[in-house]
């Protein structure tokens, strides 16, 4: 069974950093890609960026430049570098695996809450 833990979040003023992490169990991480989603309120869940196996990254157009994605495979853990926040990245942000890099995303964590002041 895996398991997937994200912790990190918090509140921080528009400008502030925050770095997510994502603990994974129960499975073989280095074989999993790996992706963030977040979901704000009363809007539907969106994908913010992805690693794959081979390393190689892809991030949704409003994050990229501020959002940075990598992945230990020695700790099973993958994080997000979350830097320039504004006040429209407040949501609850999740992390996801996938058994490979084409497919859906089968795994999610429980979600870590991040608030973004103005």
């Known amino acids: 069974q895996v398991q997937l833990v994200e912790s990190g979040g918090g509140l921080v003023q528009a400008g502030g950093s925050l770095r997510l992490s994502c603990a994974a169990s129960g499975g073989t991480f280095s074989r999993f890609g790996m992706g963030w989603f977040r979901q704000a309120p009363g809007k539907e869940r969106e994908f913010v960026g992805g690693i794959r196996r081979s390393g190689s990254i892809n991030y949704a157009d409003s994050v990229k430049g501020r959002f940075t994605i990598s992945r230990d495979n020695a700790k099973n853990t993958v994080y997000l570098q979350m830097n320039s926040l504004k006040p429209e990245d407040t949501a609850v942000y999740y992390c996801?695996?996938?058994?490979?890099?084409?497919?859906?995303?089968?795994?999610w964590g429980q979600g870590t809450q991040v608030t973004v002041s103005s």
């Open positions: 996801a695996a996938r058994n490979n890099d084409w497919g859906i995303y089968a795994y």
